[in-house]
């Protein structure tokens, strides 16, 4: 009898704890997936002959990490970028520019602006 008991109580104890697994599984939040990233092109319109690169937050503010190529005197790059917002400038043969066609600009540590882009 005592075999008989001991074996039915270790079947309760197995059943036990797939049951209190499945319920902690069922409560634990869903693992989000990676947001998806998005294609994102920058332009600027200069003379030709110029070179331009684009740099920001997404790119460590390197001046010479992402060059825009340029057809007919409008550069443009493109970028695939996760959702969340991403601070930038144009580096125009050195010199540092805010995008003129950006309505979002925000101040930075240099006193001037950095252009400001919104991935969704």
Do not use: H
């Amino acid at each position: 009898m005592k075999i008989k008991k001991s074996v039915a109580k270790a079947a309760v104890k197995a059943e036990t704890k797939k049951a209190v697994k499945a319920a902690s599984a069922a409560k634990a939040p869903a693992k989000k997936a990676p947001a998806a990233k998005k294609a994102v092109t920058f332009t600027l319109r200069a003379e030709s002959g110029k070179k331009v690169f684009l740099a920001g937050s997404f790119n460590g503010w390197d001046p010479a990490a992402k060059p825009m190529a340029e057809k007919k005197g409008v550069y443009s790059t493109s970028l695939r970028l996760e959702p969340g917002k991403y601070e930038y400038k144009f580096v125009v043969d050195g010199t540092w520019c805010a995008d003129p066609e950006c309505l979002d600009c925000v101040p930075n540590d240099q006193g001037t602006l950095n252009s400001v882009v919104t991935v969704k």
